[in-house]
């Protein structure tokens, strides 16, 4: 059974860091494209960042320069290091994976994490 768990939401304040992470289990993690999708209320789920299994990365513009995606494929977890966060990244983030390399239509990802909250405040 796949499962990816979240951890490492919470609230900070605006300029703070917080460093996300997702652990894979249940099928092999290296093989698969991991990415980070973020929702917040009234919005849709959009891509933050992702990253292929060759470790080529991507990052939304929204948070390029402030974001990094990675991947320790021994420990099978996913991290985004945050930074520089403002109000508007507040959002549940959520991790996915799939077959082949990152896309930007969520409807393509396999599993998804049940979410981790990140609230900044002003």
């Known amino acids: 059974q796949v499962q990816l768990v979240e951890s490492g939401g919470g609230l900070v304040q605006a300029g703070g860091s917080l460093r996300l992470s997702c652990a894979a289990s249940?099928?092999?993690?290296?093989?698969?494209?991991m990415t980070w999708f973020r929702q917040a209320p009234g919005m849709e789920r959009e891509l933050v960042a992702g990253?292929?299994?060759?470790?080529?990365?991507f990052h939304s513009d929204s948070v390029k320069g402030r974001f990094t995606i990675s991947r320790d494929n021994a420990k099978n977890t996913l991290f985004l290091q945050m930074s520089s966060l403002k109000p508007v990244d507040t959002a549940v983030y959520y991790c996915?994976?799939?077959?082949?390399?990152?896309?930007?239509?969520?409807?393509?990802?396999?599993?998804w994490g049940q979410g981790t909250q990140v609230s900044v405040a002003s």
């Open positions: 996915a994976d799939k077959h082949g390399v990152v896309v930007k239509n969520r409807d393509a990802y396999d599993y």
């Open positions: 990253i292929n299994s060759g470790l080529s990365t």
């Open positions: 249940g099928r092999y993690f290296g093989i698969y494209a």
